[in-house]
């Protein structure tokens, strides 16, 4: 008899399994939505050394824009899943259009993140760019 109560529990702990692991991935999916840390748009910073101006410049991502000397495309953005601490990351490649050089066409092509700029440092002599957002 202790065997037939085993295995009426075996049968029921599959069919409790069953009904609640669905439910455990929907949960779970909206706990973590993919769709909403990726963004469409990219905000940067572009600091003039010379004239001591700067300007917000909002870039659509794969989009490529011209600002003064500088050609700047953002290839992808995205911002963290915590909000105590927002980490904004974006892939941005920055060519030098008065550079006559042709072996270097990109002076910046990496990631660059929001909160430690110093990682991959943009290194320019008359610009300076920052990462501010992601939308």
């Not at 455990?24 to 910073?45: M, Q, R, V």
């Not at 105590?84 to 660059?112: C, G, H, R, S």
Request: charged residues 25%; aromatic residues 12%; positive net charge.
């Amino acid at each position: 008899m202790s065997q037939k109560k085993n295995i009426k529990l075996g049968k029921n702990s599959y069919l409790f399994l069953l009904f609640i692991f669905p439910i455990f991935l929907l949960t779970l999916s909206k706990a973590y939505p993919s769709n909403d840390l990726e963004g469409s748009h990219t905000i940067l910073k572009v600091l003039d050394k010379i004239s001591s101006k700067n300007e917000e410049i909002k870039l659509k991502n794969k989009d490529e824009i011209r600002f003064k000397d500088l050609s700047i495309k953002s290839m992808k953005c995205s911002n963290s899943k915590f909000d105590d601490n927002p980490e904004i990351k974006a892939y941005i490649q920055v060519k030098d259009l008065t550079n006559q050089n042709k072996d270097n066409v990109f002076v910046f092509n990496d990631w660059m993140f929001s909160s430690s700029p110093s990682i991959k440092p943009f290194d320019h002599a008359v610009y300076d760019i920052w990462l501010i957002g992601c939308i």
